[in-house]
């Protein structure tokens, strides 16, 4: 199974500044699928971002954008000017063509926005 | 918009008792999957299905199983619950191509909790 890792349990950003979540992962696959998705506290998880692997140009969904270096294995997500809303549990996931469609999960960062 | 609806929102069951979890997707998707989160733990899949009545087993399927008799529905079954499945339950559905408007779209989540 691929192994995805979020380093940072934790993390906070001050309203309105910028925030960088990490992702790695690791795949002897070529082609693939990552992601980003966003748990709000007791509230349903939803997509923020996607990435094909096989596009050199990063993804942006208006304040969230990513950072993808495919020869690293890395997908950091970038949030700017960061509002309340933003506090959420984040979690990268990546997906496999070859393995039935499954994804797979990191760990999660929490993220606090402080007023 | 694709809705996942999971039918109980928290649960409270005994030690021993069958524990039924239902999950309903109402756009079609091929794919269903049901994943368990822990804190610290991420998602961690318990079983998926790609298509009514076919089912695969996931990274920890042991004490769990599944049922998928219609498209639309897709349950989760504790033959004999136990306390250290005490958990946050998530139902996903998926499409069922490979391009990349096959994304996850979750439920609200189940939690149980076994005495």
């Known amino acids: 199974a691929q192994t995805v890792t979020q380093s940072q349990p934790e993390m906070s950003v001050q309203e309105a500044e910028t925030v960088t979540l990490s992702c790695t992962y690791d795949?002897?696959?070529?082609?693939?699928?990552l992601f980003w998705y966003k748990q709000p506290p007791s509230r349903q998880m939803i997509l923020v971002i996607r990435q094909e692997a096989y596009k050199q140009q990063n993804a942006t969904e208006n304040r969230f954008s990513v950072n993808f270096q495919k020869a690293a294995k890395s997908f950091s997500l970038k949030i700017s000017d960061s509002q309340l809303g933003d506090a959420a549990m984040y979690f990268c996931a990546y997906r496999s063509p070859n393995t039935g469609n499954q994804f797979y999960f990191g760990t999660g960062t929490s993220l606090t926005v402080i007023p | 918009d694709v809705k996942v609806t999971q039918s109980s929102r928290y649960l409270v069951k005994r030690t021993g008792e069958k524990v039924f979890l239902e999950c309903v997707q109402d756009?079609?998707?091929?794919?269903m999957f049901w994943y368990r989160q822990d804190p610290g733990l991420g998602l961690r899949l318990i079983y998926f299905s790609y298509d009514v009545k076919m089912k695969e087993k996931g990274d920890i399927p042991e004490g769990y199983s599944v049922s998928r008799e219609k498209k639309e529905r897709f349950s989760l079954i504790l033959e004999s619950a136990s306390t250290n499945q005490t958990s946050m339950y998530l139902c996903a559905s998926s499409l069922g191509t490979g391009g990349s408007a096959n994304v996850l779209t979750f439920g609200a989540g189940s939690r149980l909790t076994v005495l």
């Open positions: 795949t002897s696959e070529s082609d693939y699928y």
């Open positions: 756009m079609d998707h091929e794919n």
